[in-house]
């Protein structure tokens, strides 16, 4: 049970209902840790924003997801780990991927890249060396796309506390932390 409440259909508010519409057209349903941002319309306005912004960059949706799982392994986050192996499945993402993922590589050398980038990231609350962004320049990746994996990176930690917080009741498919994909 969720120690923040999960805002339903029949207790939104106008401003929350419009959201919700908002989501739901995009993508089908309002995930359960959208419906805990709703209680603060600016909060979710605000995550929905950054979201945006990460998923129309120029990295591909699998290493998106990619960086996803590895945070919310490292963080223990079920409901993110849930719903980033589904999604993730849903990129073209195998369990011999996703198990990597969750461990901080990859199977893809550019990917693995930018997975353990993001991990340092976390780890290191930002403060990487110079060699491991030189690390992502040799990979391949632009200094736009570095910028878009720091974003990643924000927003997965983001919705990694939230969701742990709030305990937040999974919606996805349950994922076990300490079971391979």
């Keep these: 049970m969720s120690r923040i409440t999960t805002v339903t259909d029949d207790i ?10 908002a989501i739901k057209a995009k993508l089908g349903i309002v995930p359960n840790f959208l419906r805990v941002f709703a209680n603060s319309p600016d909060a979710l306005k605000a995550f929905l924003g950054f979201h945006h ?3 129309n960059g120029s990295l591909d949706a699998a290493t998106r997801e990619r960086i996803a799982l590895t945070l919310a392994q490292k963080n223990e ?4 780990l849930s719903a ?5 499945r849903k990129t073209g993402l ?3 991927e996703i ?5 901080g590589d990859s199977h893809d050398a550019k990917a693995a890249v930018a997975v353990k980038f993001a991990r340092k990231l976390a780890e290191h609350t930002g403060d990487v060396t110079t060699a491991e962004l030189q690390e992502m320049r ?5 200094d736009a796309d570095i910028v878009e994996v720091i974003t990643h990176t924000g927003i997965n930690l983001l919705t990694n506390i939230l969701s742990k917080a709030s305990r937040v009741g999974i919606d996805f498919p349950k994922v076990d932390l300490n079971q391979a994909a």
Excluded at 77 to 80: H, I, L, N, W
Excluded at 84 to 88: E, S, V
Aim: net charge negative; aromatic share 8%; hydrophobic share 35%.
């Design 94 to 96: 195998n369990s011999d």
């Design 12 to 21: 939104a508010n106008n401003e929350q209902a419009e959201l919700f519409a």
């Design 84 to 88: 980033h192996t589904a999604i993730g």
């Design 99 to 103: 198990t990597a993922n969750r461990q």
């Design 77 to 80: 986050c079920s409901y993110c």
């Design 53 to 55: 912004i990460a998923g």
């Design 138 to 142: 040799d990979a391949g990746f632009t």
